[in-house]
Structure formats: C-alpha cells, structure tokens
C-alpha cells in the first residue's frame, strides 16, 4: 500500500473511533453516569482522535533530495515539481506544509530579518500580518509550483547583517555562505514557510517540514530545539553513491541523533539509486553495490538496518507520472513509503490507545462502583420495604422518621467531607505551585540572565546544567507530593467508605518520570549550542534571545502538560466524593418519596416493591452495556459499533433528580 493509502484507512480509523468515544459519553451521560472531568477526558480524547496532527520532516544536506522526495511521495498527483527541487541549494528556509479549513490555500512568509528581533516562531506564528501572504490555485498545478518557488528566494546582505542574522560563523568558515565580489553575503530572503492546502493528507492532519540543507539548520534553534525533536517521524537523506560523508554525519550527530534518543521514528534513506544504474552492470551487481552502502551506512549511524532504506526519489516520482510501473518498482519508492507510513501509524495508534486505555479503565471502574451503589442502595429499600408488609400506619410514621433522621446525619456529617477536601486542597496548591509557570521563570532566571549578557560567556554550560537539575529536582519534588496526597486520600476515602457505606477508589496518581525523560531531551537537543564552536554565535545577543525564546517554549509545554495531569487526577477524586455524595442524597429523597406514597395509599407497597424489581434488572443490563461500550474502545478487533450499539435509556435512577 502507497503512504497516501495508509494514511487514508488511518484516517477513517481515526473517525471511526472518534464516533465511538462520542457514543460512549452520550450514553454515560444519559445515565447520570458521567462527570465533569471524565467528561473532559473524553471530549479531549474525540478531539485527538479526530485531528490528530502527524509530522512529518525531511532533514539532510543540500541537495540530497529532500523536496523531490516530498514531490514523489505526496504529490504525484498533480502531474509535476510542486515543491522545487533543482541542482545546488534550493530550499532556503523551513517549509512546513499543513491544512488549516480556517483559512484559504496560500503560502506564508516569514521575513529572514524577524531574526533580529527576540520572538520566537511560535510567536510570529501567532501574528499573521508580520508574513508575506500569496494566495495559492491549487486547481492550477502550475500556479502553484511557481509560487512556492519563493521557498527558494535569496537575498545579497552587508556581511555585518548577515552575522546578525546568524548566517556567518567566523569559527566555522567551510560552512559560511559564498560572497560576491562586492562583499555582499547571499542569506535566505525568508526565515519560515508555511502552504495551507487541502490536499487529502493535509486535511486528515498530516503536516510536512521540509528543511533547507547545511548550516541552516543550526541557525534556527527551533528547528533543532522544538520542531525536529517533536516530529513524528525523521527521513534522513544521504546520496547513494557517496553514502555517509562527513557533513552527513555531523547534522545526523547534532540534530538527529543523542544517546537515549529513541531512534525507531528515524528512517534513513538512500536516495539516488539511479545514478548506480548502468548499462555495463548487471541488476544483480547494482542491488549488491547498494545492500553494501545500507549496511555501511547503518553501521555508521548506529541504527538497524530495516530503518535504512534506498530509493530513486526522482524516478518514483517520473514512474509515478507516466504511470511507468516498471519505473515505479526499479526505484523503490512504495517500499519506502509502506515502512514509513506503516511505523508513523503504528506509532500515532499506539499513542492513542494508550490514552484510551488509561481514560477508559479508570472511567469503566468509577462508572461499575457507581451502578454497584445504586444496585446496593436498592436492595436496602427492598428489605426495608418487604420490612413494612403487614405494618400499619404508625410503622410507616416511624419509618419516615428514622429515614428523615438518616438524612440530617448525613448533612451533618457534610462537614467532615468538607475538611478532607480542605486538607486536599492545601497540599494540592503546593503541587501546583511547585510546577506553575511562576516557578519555572524563577529557575530559568539564572541561565537567561547569563545567556542574555553581552558579550562571550564564561560558565554557560555549568549554569545550563544547573538549572535542568533544578528543574529536574522540582519535578521529583512535585512526584514526591503527588505520592504524599495519594496516601493521605487513601486514607480518607477509606474512612469515609467504612463509615457511610460509600465505594471511593482513588485512580493510580498520575507518573511524572516521562515529563523528567523529556527535559532530559531537551537538555541534550540544546547541548550542542553551547559548544566551543557556537561562542561566536552566542556572543550575539540576538541568537541567545532566540536560543531563550525556544528554550523557555518547550520547557513551559512540559510543565503545563505535568500540571494538567497533576490537576486531572485531582479532580476526578473530587468528583468522585461529589458523585457518591449526590447519589446518597437522592436515595434518601427516593426512599422518603416511597414511603410518602405508601403511607397516603397511593401506591400500594407491592407496587413500589415491583417497580424496584424492575430497577434491578436495568441496572443488571446498564452494566453489560457499559462493558460492550469499553470493550469496542479498547479492543480493535471488536465489532464495528453499529452491529452492537446499545439504545440510550432514559436514566435508570436517579429519578429525584431528574
Ligand atoms: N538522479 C537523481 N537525482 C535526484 C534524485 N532525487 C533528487 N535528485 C536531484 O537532486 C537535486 C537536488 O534535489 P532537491 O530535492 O532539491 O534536494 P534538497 O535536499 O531538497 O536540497 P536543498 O533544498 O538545497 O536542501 C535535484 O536536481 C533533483 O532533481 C534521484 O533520486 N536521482
Ligand atoms: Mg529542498
């Protein structure tokens, strides 16, 4: 199967699941079943499921072929070159291509010299107005593959701008851009790119990043810093001929690839295997030469050999064209395109049905502990009213008594629940501070502060390290609370179980070691700019505000993604008291209402003894719903949901309420 297909069958799997998450909370919901955090949970996980964003970037050296493989393997379609790609360096700045309905098709262009100025890409994202807007025909193949030739514009600038703007390295002079004779230095002309098209996979969320080749990369610490670390997957060019030269190596150490690194979204290709076709050779003798330069080439970059695949992105893309299959299979290319797509999918399925997993079992278990309440607190009215068969009038008053008395206790007794969820929310403000965003800029004031000065900077790396150590330690202080509330809840539920009958189970707090893994990633993705090699580059001030800016991004998305969770579970104890509490509130104005009827005879006691008979059985059958609900959510081999989808019931209790 060719990338688009896979992507295609992704994407109805995607919406498939989505419409079963949406059945799962109507029916919750209808049954009284849900609350505002599982609520929440399960809306964030219909939205993930229904847009989630897949990344796709290309990264080598000029010249490698990254944009004709982009053309090969997403646009064939349009019968040509959509994305330039011609001999020398053509790419000039990064390109990222996605689908945004809000907007019309068009490409948009950052201006290089925003570099001189502090915000980072995420800001200027942010501010449409600051980029160069085309539209774009996407009917018009031609059109199109004309504008999008702006990727490739260049501009000749005074040698002085171009160190401001990062592009000339005294230190490193081999990767300096060529000067003209008047001593003028040719930089990009744009310093980001981004297409909105509604091409099939855009729209089904996958979004492309094309990068240009060289020392470009380096001069743009959110490519490094933010966008390649966090791209699904990572194609790596290198030519077949020359398989891995020493430039090759160097971007793949940099940018690509760290110890600790995990390295299976990384697909490294061969690309060019036609310049190894020749008359005088035999296929044979041509497939041995290329088996040699994969495992050459694995060998060096330290990865196993399936992950290094070699390709003729140009002919796939001509075969692609003409409809030459022979073409199409002499260059390889769907091989590639059914590892890459096959993995990127794996992967964003996995990812999902973890947090399903999670999401779905906690949910499944609260939703059975509140049924198995109601199913409890039933039978006790049955006793109590088979108690009264045979009774008279004055049983009954005392009756009503006794249940009216039940009810202020229980008010009463409200206190007690109030001050656990004092004592709660005491420890919880702790947690939360100790991950707010406050106190990230506390921590990050040292190392900002000695970026930020002028000049060359002594000690940087021994700050740098100190500070991910303390943001490390604030991490491992905040798990440390976060076992601390555990057990302080478990406790008080426990208590609180024994003595009003009620069933609180806290769900398993959340781990914040992935968060402490991340900042490890982005501790060693920074590394490589404090080298001795980038002192130039970091004496200017307007690379380390922008060395800063990216810094501080990525690192305020792990805090507030370790927040949120903190935060999630914490509710959702919360939510759980309210729940139980409500439905012990209900039951009593059920029971009183029982007995109000009896007592005035306008129900007969066997009536309301049949009518909760009934009650049961309903809520015997909620509960095998409940479950054939889940399974299809965790289980992918279930059947499709129209096959067994349960009708939505009025609400089976809660009548009080209701
Ligand atoms: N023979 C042959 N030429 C190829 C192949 N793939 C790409 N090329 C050519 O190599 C040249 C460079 O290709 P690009 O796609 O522009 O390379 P790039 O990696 O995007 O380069 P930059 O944009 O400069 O970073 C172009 O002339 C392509 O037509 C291939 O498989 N075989
Ligand atoms: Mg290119």
Redesign the pocket.
């Known amino acids: 199967m060719s990338f688009n297909q896979q992507f295609d069958q992704y994407g109805a799997w995607r919406r498939e699941f989505a419409s079963r998450l949406k059945l799962l909370t109507e029916w919750m919901k209808a049954q009284g079943l849900l609350n505002a955090p599982v609520e929440g949970q399960l809306l964030q996980l219909q939205a993930q499921a229904r847009s989630d964003k897949v990344m796709v970037a290309f990264v080598?050296?000029?010249?490698?072929?990254?944009?004709?493989?982009i053309n090969a393997i997403f646009f064939a379609e349009y019968g040509r070159r959509i994305?330039?790609?011609?001999?020398?360096?053509?790419?000039m700045c990064p390109t990222e291509l996605g689908y945004d309905p809000g907007i019309q098709p068009c490409l948009r262009l950052l201006p290089i010299e925003t570099r001189l100025q502090p915000q980072a890409l995420v800001e200027w994202r942010l501010n449409p107005e600051k980029w160069l807007h085309v539209d774009l025909d996407v009917s018009d193949p031609l059109q199109l593959a004309d504008t999008l030739q702006k990727v490739a514009e260049v501009r000749q600038v005074s040698l002085e701008m171009a160190h401001a703007l990062g592009f000339f390295n005294d230190s490193q002079p081999e990767n300096n851009p060529h000067r003209t004779s008047d001593g003028l230095v040719e930089v990009p002309k744009w310093r980001y790119a981004l297409i909105n098209m509604a091409h099939p996979l855009l729209k089904q969320g996958l979004v492309i990043l094309?990068?240009?080749?060289?020392n470009a990369i380096g001069a743009e610490p959110e490519l490094t810093v933010s966008l390649i670390p966090q791209a699904h997957a990572v194609v790596f060019?290198l030519a077949a001929d020359t398989g891995v030269t020493q430039s090759d190596l160097s971007i793949w150490k940099e940018h690509l690839f760290s110890s600790g690194h995990e390295t299976n979204t990384r697909l490294v290709v061969l690309?060019?295997?036609?310049?190894l076709w020749d008359a005088l050779s035999t296929a044979q003798g041509v497939q041995a030469q290329i088996d040699r330069q994969r495992a050459v080439s694995a060998s060096l970059l330290g990865l196993p050999l399936s992950q290094v695949l070699a390709?003729?992105?140009?002919?796939?893309l001509v075969a692609k064209i003409t409809r030459n299959d022979a073409l199409l299979q002499a260059s390889q290319l769907l091989v590639l395109e059914q590892v890459l797509g096959q993995g990127l999918i794996d992967q964003r399925q996995k990812i999902l049905r973890h947090a399903t997993a999670v999401v779905i079992n906690n949910l499944e278990s609260e939703a059975r502990r509140s049924l198995n309440m109601r199913r409890r607190d039933q039978a006790e009215q049955l006793v109590e009213l088979h108690g009264l068969r045979g009774k008279n009038s004055a049983v009954i008053k005392h009756m009503r008594r006794r249940i009216l008395q039940e009810q202020v206790d229980f008010a009463v007794s409200g206190t007690r629940m109030h001050a656990v969820r004092s004592a709660h929310d005491a420890l919880l403000k702790n947690l939360v501070h100790l991950l707010s965003l406050p106190t990230l800029r506390v921590e990050l004031a040292e190392l900002t502060a000695a970026l930020k000065r002028p000049g060359i900077k002594l000690r940087l790396k021994k700050t740098y390290g100190q500070t991910f150590l303390h943001l490390r330690e604030a991490l491992q202080s905040a798990q440390t609370l976060t076992t601390e509330i555990q057990a302080r809840l478990d406790t008080a539920f426990r208590k609180i179980n024994a003595e009003f009958g009620f069933s609180l189970q806290l769900a398993q707090a959340p781990g914040l070691a992935s968060h402490v893994q991340d900042l490890e990633l982005i501790e060693r993705s920074h590394l490589h700019y404090l080298s001795l090699g980038n002192v130039v580059l970091l004496a200017q001030g307007e690379f380390s505000d922008r060395l800063v800016r990216a810094l501080n991004s990525r690192l305020r998305m792990v805090f507030e993604l370790a927040l949120g969770e903190v935060e999630l579970w914490n509710k959702s104890a919360s939510a759980q008291l309210d729940a139980q509490m409500h439905d012990r509130r209900c039951d009593f104005i059920q029971r009183l209402e029982a007995i109000e009827r009896i007592g005035q005879a306008i129900s007969t006691l066997e009536e309301r003894i049949a009518e909760l008979n009934v009650q049961e059985i309903r809520l015997q059958g909620l509960e095998v719903q409940l479950g054939a609900l889940t399974a299809q959510l965790l289980d992918p081999q279930a059947l499709p949901v129209a096959s067994q989808e349960p009708a939505i019931n009025a609400p089976a209790v809660c009548i009080a309420c209701a």
């Open positions: 080598a050296e000029f010249s490698r072929g990254k944009s004709e493989l994305m330039p790609a011609s001999a020398g360096r053509t790419t094309d990068t240009p080749g060289l060019i690309n060019k295997i036609d310049t390709v003729s992105a140009q002919k796939g």
